[in-house]
């Protein structure tokens, strides 16, 4: 689904071609297929390579990219943007609903920092990913600059006409010997020039570069202005990790936690590549677990206690503990038992057992064994396998019950899930 000139979007296990026109598939020109396929062989090592984008060939086709579990929005140097979109199952799903549910999935994410930020005044069907997310940085830089800048003392060391602060000996002799005219001196000056503010300046930079959005070019160019006299940051990891995080600047964490996410790509995994200027992919298996169990959290309140990624049994005991069960969400009212696990994965009618992993189903039966628990529960996003529930029952007992999320309605289906356990 090419959106615009120079974006070319598809979703999950959607693909590109090598400029051939083939149907269900992308077309790429040569050079930004060519970019696309060095991204993809640099960063091989970092990232299972079956998990990003893949390269396969097919007969008469030549070389494809398919895209995998990660979704999100790759820019190229040249100002090519290639959106990957989460595949969701729907009689009713559009591109832009489809966007919309992606990003309000990415709210729910610990280290996001546009949790409250509000998409409704967005026109975000007309806007790839890449410029909604500067978009959202541009604002929460604005609000920053509403609420004012932090300044603080910086040490400057120069030659001056007037004595200022304390005497350079050395300096002083060296500059000052022959004509005495001058001070060499060392003083503290209150100004803006402190880590936090640079790397916000550099943000600024970066996007100006980067965004094809006239309106994100304009209000970043406006911005970078009350920046003046700050310099650029020579060092992102030395001035990142000079950040103060203490009460005072608790009005920057957003805005430092969007730059870290620009200027070092890092939505959960950093990428590179030589003609990749930005690169912003997610794990659509983290995404959808944080949603799912965020959403479960808001909606069961106080009534059920529960905790979330709890290790509070192994596989095994003796002769030490070893092998920590982890489930995604283990609910607990009136001693009984719920463990719920979220899986990114679309299952179908025409795979075996529907396409769910043996492994799952033996990690969901320690579960049970485990925890002692009443009910295992199995959350898929909708797919066209029968979206009632599923249920898979051992002669021991132990009973895994197979149950769907409709992502456009995502607060009603989960709801309907939970009204079922208690």
């Keep these: 689904m090419h959106t615009s000139k120079n974006v070319y979007a598809i979703t999950e296990y959607g693909g590109f071609t090598n400029n051939v026109k083939v149907r269900g ?34 007969r008469n086709l030549g070389k494809l990219i398919i895209a995998k579990n990660y979704v999100g929005v790759i820019s190229m140097t040249d100002g090519t943007v290639i959106e990957i979109l989460p595949k969701i199952v729907s009689e009713i799903i559009t591109p832009k609903k489809t966007k919309d549910i992606f990003l309000e999935m990415l709210g729910y994410l610990d280290d996001m920092a546009f949790k409250d930020f509000n998409l409704s005044h967005l026109n975000t069907g007309k806007m790839n990913i890449l410029e909604i997310f500067i978009k959202m940085f541009l604002s929460e ?56 503010n640079r790397i916000i300046k550099s943000t600024l930079r970066l996007l100006m570069t980067v965004t094809r959005e006239r309106s994100n070019r304009v209000q970043a160019i406006r911005l970078i202005n009350f920046f003046d006299g700050v310099p650029y940051s020579k060092d992102y990891e030395k001035d990142l990790s000079k950040c103060s995080l203490d009460r005072g600047m608790k009005h920057y964490n957003n805005t430092l936690t969007w730059c870290r996410i620009f200027l070092k790509g890092n939505s959960f995994t950093s990428f590179s590549g030589n003609k990749v200027a930005i690169a912003l992919l997610f794990p659509m298996e983290k995404v959808f677990e944080s949603y799912v169990t965020k959403k479960i959290k808001r909606l069961v309140g106080n009534k059920v206690d529960m905790w979330a990624q709890g290790s509070r049994y192994c596989l095994f005991d003796r002769p030490r503990k070893a092998f920590s069960l982890r489930p995604d969400i283990v609910l607990e009212r009136k001693g009984e038992i719920t463990v719920i696990d979220a899986k990114w994965k679309l299952l179908s009618s025409t795979l075996n057992n529907y396409g769910i992993s043996q492994a799952d189903m ?38 895994v019950s197979i149950k769907f999320v409709d992502l456009t309605d995502a607060d009603n289906s989960i709801a309907s899930i939970l009204e079922k356990i208690f």
């Design 25 to 58: 598939y992308e077309r790429l020109p040569e050079q930004t297929f060519r970019a696309l396929e060095e991204f993809i062989l640099t960063n091989r090592e970092g990232t299972n390579s079956n998990e990003l984008l893949t390269l396969s060939s097919k």
């Design 141 to 196: 830089v604005s609000s920053l600059t509403k609420q004012g800048l932090k300044s603080s003392y910086t040490t400057i060391e120069s030659n001056e006409r007037f004595y200022k602060g304390k005497l350079v000996t050395t300096q002083d002799i060296k500059h000052n010997s022959i004509i005495r005219d001058k001070f060499f001196v060392r003083y503290d000056e209150f100004n803006l020039d402190r880590p936090e």
């Design 362 to 399: 033996y990690q969901m039966y320690a579960y049970s064994k485990k925890y002692n628990a009443k009910e295992i529960i199995l959350l898929y996003p909708k797919s066209d396998a029968p979206n009632n529930t599923i249920n898979y029952t051992s002669e021991d007992g132990v009973r």
